[in-house]
């Protein structure tokens, strides 16, 4: 059994959980992985991540003029 297939990887840039700290989500009961360089996309840009993780265009930045 190839060991690569049991890695996860981040959703965005694809990089390894062995490289960077992934963070697990889940998102329309689909489960995916986010790398800590990635994650302020999702936050303050989803609609970067449309093609990557569906259902992405539906996500509303963060509001951060608070």
């Known amino acids: 059994m ?3 297939q049991n890695t996860n990887n981040c959703l965005n840039c694809n990089s390894s ?3 960077i700290p992934l963070i ?3 998102y329309s009961k689909q489960p995916a992985y986010i790398c800590s360089h990635c994650l302020p996309l999702l936050i303050h840009h989803p609609e970067q991540l449309i093609g990557k993780l569906k259902g992405a265009e ?3 930045a963060a509001n951060t003029d608070e």
Do not use: M, Q, R, S
């Open 58 to 60: 539906n996500i509303p």
């Open 17 to 19: 959980e062995n490289d």
């Open 24 to 26: 697990k989500l889940t």
């Open 2 to 4: 190839n060991k690569e």
